[in-house]
């Protein structure tokens, strides 16, 4: 395998804490009090609007502006509420070293996916930052945000692979033509990826480390 596309949330970086707290601060300026902070998992991986639309009813335009309200607390504070999960900087430095190109696709912003990765000091591994815009408005689907890594990146399908945690981001690259790993370490579910069609499903950072190196 040549090349090695990564999701950041929930693949590389622990990130509910910041998420789900940025979507508390955003609902509570709508004066609606969420007591089910698990259920707010949901909002890690899909598109924010999409999540607003479809767990509170919102519609396309009040969805964008909870979108701005969650990140003025995210941008602040919630980006950086998240952890590494345990070996990923040594599993990145071993793709490097064998000259894999690793290269990031996720949904998140590309500039605070950006900030993120330099924050943990794993920027340096990636060939390849890619993300939504800042507005949210294109490059948002996954589809969409591999797609758009593929042309920048000029990887060949074939010769690459998706690793993610939830159905996005295995549809995404059975879609493209990429090999595509599911990882349970994350927010998905064992059954999600399976019904999503991966490839192959590792359950920790290390068994995913032993199948790219392999």
Avoid: W
């Avoid at 970086?13 to 902070?37: H, M, P, Q, W």
């Avoid at 996954?142 to 074939?158: F, Q, R």
């Avoid at 090999?179 to 399976?194: A, D, F, I, N, Q």
């Amino acid at each position: 395998m040549k090349n090695c596309f990564f999701d950041l949330d929930g693949t590389l970086t622990d990130s509910a804490e910041g998420i789900i707290n940025s979507v508390l601060y955003a609902l509570s300026t709508y004066g609606i009090e969420e007591k089910d902070r698990a259920a707010l998992t949901s909002f890690v991986g899909p598109p924010l609007g999409d999540s607003f639309m479809k767990r509170y009813g919102f519609s396309e335009e009040q969805a964008e502006e909870a979108i701005r309200r969650f990140r003025v607390r995210f941008t602040s504070i919630g980006i950086f509420e998240n952890a590494l999960y345990e070996g990923v900087d040594g599993m990145l430095a071993s793709l490097k070293e064998k000259g894999v190109r690793v290269i990031l696709a996720t949904s998140k912003p590309e500039t605070f996916a950006r900030r993120i990765l330099e924050h943990f000091g794993i920027a340096r591994y990636f060939d390849f930052i890619c993300g939504a815009n800042l507005e949210e408005k294109s490059r948002v689907e996954k589809e969409d945000v591999l797609l758009y890594a593929l042309e920048t990146s000029g990887a060949d399908p074939k010769e690459s692979c998706m690793i993610g945690d939830r159905r996005y981001d295995v549809t995404a690259g059975k879609k493209l033509g990429l090999s595509t790993v599911g990882v349970l370490y994350g927010y998905g579910t064992r059954e999600e990826l399976e019904e999503s069609g991966a490839d192959l499903i590792c359950e920790t950072v290390e068994e995913l480390k032993g199948v790219l190196n392999g």
